[in-house]
């Protein structure tokens, strides 16, 4: 197994390619904004326009770059000028949620990688879906799965949404604290994780907020577990985001 210590761009240590269709899903909770933000950014730097957008709710944030109208001639001058797109309707709140499926298709009509908070967890470290959750596009070809590093060994009802659906997969109750072991678990269950996920899809797991040793112990420890469990892709990160300097290199 090949660990690599190299710092490179933020897309390439998730291996995401350069070039052809690229959707990337983003679910769970402790951070999905956050790492699309870095794609983003990665994908901007190497000189490539992408396209970031959601199928449930997330935060509209007051950047030039975020278009909150079905306007295809905004969406190309948008691009064009910054590199990046932001793309909703507005919604209660301050957040956005998604287009139309008629704008959808001039979304993928771009043929530029597109970036999808798929899920939502009322910026809580730790989620387990509901029955109708996460909201993943048939066209997705990976699967970023986000769990907060800040979850584990605190109580599951003080920082799990749905925290009954994830005691109940669990076999613990509410009040119980998560362990590592809880976490991978999670992460490679097709009811929680992997829920939605589509066959075809590279699957990822990014363990998130490993910002401390103590942090970046746990995340260690569940990464080794998850590799037990046949999860390959699994990737440490911190506050700000994945690190480019700790993944496991093989699968991804």
């Known amino acids: 197994m090949k660990h690599d210590t190299v710092e490179r761009d933020i897309t390439d240590v998730l291996g995401l ?7 990337v899903s983003a679910v769970g909770a402790g951070g999905k904004t956050s790492l699309l933000r870095r794609l983003a950014e990665g994908y901007v730097r190497r000189g490539q326009q992408v396209i970031v957008t ?3 709710h997330m935060m509209a944030e007051p950047c030039p770059w975020f278009l909150l109208e079905p306007s295809e ?3 190309h001058r948008i691009l064009t000028e910054y590199g990046q797109a932001w793309v909703g309707t507005p919604a209660s709140q301050g957040k956005m949620q998604g287009v139309s499926p008629e704008f959808m298709e001039k979304i993928w009509n771009t043929h530029l990688p597109v970036l999808i908070e798929a899920d939502g967890a009322r910026r809580l470290p730790l989620k387990v879906p509901g029955e109708r959750e996460p909201v993943i596009l048939p066209e997705t070809t990976h699967v970023m799965s986000v769990y907060g590093m800040d979850a584990v060994g605190r109580p599951l009802e003080e920082i799990c949404f749905r925290p009954e659906r994830a005691a109940f997969l669990l076999n613990k109750k509410t009040t119980d604290p998560v362990t590592e072991e809880d976490i991978a678990f999670l992460a490679a269950s097709e009811e929680a994780g992997r829920k939605g ?5 590279v699957y990822t797991v990014v363990l998130n907020k490993a910002d401390d040793d103590r942090r970046r112990s746990c995340a260690s420890l569940i990464r080794r577990r998850l590799m037990d469990m046949g999860v390959e892709n699994v990737v440490i990160s911190c506050l700000g985001g994945p690190e480019a300097g700790d993944r496991e290199a093989d699968g991804i």
Not at 17 to 23: F, S
């Open 73 to 75: 001639e905004k969406l």
């Open 17 to 23: 390619p350069g070039k052809g269709r690229t959707v």
């Open 54 to 56: 959601t199928t449930t």
């Open 197 to 201: 996920c589509p066959g075809n899809a």
